[in-house]
């Protein structure tokens, strides 16, 4: 072999070593930059995962001056009540307002509409009371006062299935017109309830009860307590 190829071959070789190199440090650098990316996922994920945990909580309460009721405000999805809860809450709710509550000019759609949210023996004793002395337009004369109702609290529990418990606590307001004078008292409501989807509705009566809310027993007792 020549001199020059000598030479030649020596070269080639060089290069050979050179780009082995710059091959293995550019894997190198591959792999490093991967391991690095990983670990930083997981430093993110962990992030994540501890900001529940070092978060400031504020809870909000709202105080009705007119009522005295004192509410922790809260959304269904902040707290652990789940939406059946909220809504057993919301249909007892406006079923005792409905109930309760006097306007004589709207008295006709309340009547009416009550009866949707009757099993029959509630339906039976609600029509009892408006065929009697103590039927409220007599009670009110008319159009001689108007009731509201204010839900101060409003508990439920397990009852004998499938019913549901809820126990109310509201606050009635009377005004009577002439004057404006008002009065006050606070009523305690037991009832039972259950849901009735399959329950026979017209269009009209399902846009008002669309879940088949009923009834099944209603008590009222007074309540000597002031607030």
Request: some cysteine.
């Amino acid at each position: 072999m020549s001199e020059v190829d000598k030479i030649t071959a020596a070269s080639r070789q060089f290069e050979t070593a050179i780009l082995e190199r710059d091959t293995r440090l550019k894997k190198a650098g591959w792999i490093i930059s991967g391991l690095f990316f990983i670990i930083c996922i997981i430093m993110g994920v962990a992030i994540v995962v501890m900001l529940p945990l070092k978060q400031t909580i504020t809870e909000l309460y709202s105080l009705d001056k007119q009522t005295g009721r004192i509410e922790y405000m809260t959304t269904v999805k902040e707290s652990e009540l789940s939406e059946f809860d909220a809504l057993n809450k919301a249909e007892t709710a406006a079923y005792v307002v409905r109930r309760e509550r006097y306007n004589y000019f709207a008295l006709q759609k309340d009547y009416n509409d009550t009866q949707l949210f009757n099993s029959d023996k509630v339906n039976q004793q609600y029509l009892d009371l408006f065929n009697s002395d103590h039927s409220p337009d007599i009670i009110y004369e008319k159009a001689g006062y108007v009731v509201n109702i204010d839900v101060i609290s409003n508990v439920h529990s397990d009852a004998t299935a499938p019913d549901r418990l809820a126990t109310l606590r509201v606050k009635r307001t009377i005004r009577r017109i002439s004057d404006g004078t008002e009065t006050t008292d606070f009523m305690n409501i037991r009832l039972t309830y259950r849901y009735v989807p399959s329950m026979e509705l017209t269009d009209a009566e399902r846009e008002i009860n669309p879940l088949g809310f009923i009834v099944t027993s209603y008590q009222r007792d007074k309540d000597l307590r002031t607030e």
